[in-house]
């Protein structure tokens, strides 16, 4: 079934204000929900709506959050995220990030107290109106075992880079740590399909797929999947993230990160405030003049795009090709949502005392 996105932006912001929210942070929250649908990540769209209202019911999200920099210079800041959502925090990161860039070259901010911040790409994206490449990314809570263990340790831990071109399309890299999100291993559950080999371990450390594995007690892995295929490499690419979202900022790592899920409780004895997230900006024009930059990046895309296909394969695909390709089409014929998730929405309407998803 699908929706038509106003209705589904209009849904989520009547939900968030429903739960105490602001008007600026409803509004705010539904564009990156509706953002992550748009572009085909339907694991970080309003199917994680009920996510966030559970938070807020357990008094673990703030819906009014006094965001404040709690250190600063004047290319760096920590932000306080005050428990806000992710979504919201997360884009005031951004904003600060941009305001210092315009006057140092680049602007970075650590975000502590923080809660999920739907996908990364979206973050990143906004810095490109100001002819600024956008870096973004968060630790996660832990659901992924480091290579050769069975512990998890580690998020799927996104990292996300936007990049701005003339007459192309930007570069838009958004990438999780892991082969998968775990969104996807819940999409996979809910359309009761087995995932592809690599993407998880059960509990005793031996590969599976197991669309359930992660519930059975196993965990994800690192991108690579196995040491022979490079499964450090995710490995350190997901601890990268980590430090710098929470080491840096001050919020939770590794194991200590709270879960997004409200029926699991946050680890015991906690080594600092919330979920954290690495966000930045950086004005092209420190480094040679934008324009001629964006040029050059037309004849990067260029070549990468005429590059020679293998027999029986598409042409070669920019970064935020696929989900440029799935925005067009979904605004043209809506944003489909699984029944399963309909029915949550539904349920969710009935508690907030709000008009239900229609079409």
């Not at 996300?160 to 740590?177: L, Q, W």
């Not at 594995?213 to 601890?239: I, T, V």
Request: charged share 20%.
């Amino acid at each position: 079934m699908k929706y038509p996105a106003q209705k589904v932006k209009a849904f989520i912001e009547e939900s968030f204000l429903a739960a105490g929210s602001s008007t600026e942070h409803a509004s705010l929250a539904s564009q990156a929900l509706l953002a992550a649908d748009l572009r085909g990540v339907d694991s970080h769209g309003i199917a994680r709506l009920s996510g966030y209202i559970r938070l807020w019911q357990q008094q673990r999200l703030n819906m009014q959050p006094n965001m404040n920099i709690v250190h600063e210079t004047p290319s760096t800041a920590v932000l306080d995220g005050d428990k806000g959502a992710g979504l919201v925090v997360a884009q005031k990161a951004m904003d600060i990030a941009i305001e210092k860039a315009k006057v140092a070259g680049s602007g970075w901010v650590a975000v502590k107290n923080s809660n999920h911040f739907g996908i990364a790409g979206y973050h990143a994206m906004k810095a490109l109106q100001h002819d600024m490449i956008g870096i973004s990314m968060t630790n996660a809570s832990a659901l992924v075992a480091p290579t050769f263990s069975k512990d998890r340790m580690l998020g799927t831990n996104p990292i996300a880079v936007a990049i701005p071109a003339n007459n192309e399309p930007p570069f838009v890299m958004d990438m999780a740590t892991t082969p998968a999100a775990n969104g996807k291993l819940e999409v996979h559950e809910r359309l009761n399909k087995n995932i592809p080999q690599g993407w998880a371990q059960t509990k005793e450390g031996t590969t599976t797929t197991d669309n359930r594995a992660l519930k059975n007690g196993g965990a994800m892995l690192p991108l690579g999947s196995d040491r022979e295929h490079g499964s450090h490499k995710g490995y350190c690419l997901g601890a990268w993230v980590d430090i710098f979202s929470a080491v840096l900022s001050g919020a939770n790592y590794g194991p200590w990160v709270p879960p997004f899920v409200a029926f699991l409780s946050p680890p015991p004895n906690p080594l600092g405030e919330g979920i954290g997230h690495f966000i930045g900006a950086m004005r092209i024009d420190a480094f040679r003049p934008a324009h001629e930059f964006k040029l050059h990046m037309d004849i990067w895309i260029k070549a990468f795009r005429d590059a020679q296909n293998i027999e029986g394969q598409p042409k070669v695909q920019i970064p935020g090709d696929q989900e440029r390709t799935i925005e067009e089409e979904r605004i043209k014929t809506g944003i489909p949502i699984h029944p399963l998730v309909i029915e949550e929405l539904n349920d969710l309407s009935q508690e907030l005392g709000i008009k239900p998803l229609s079409f």
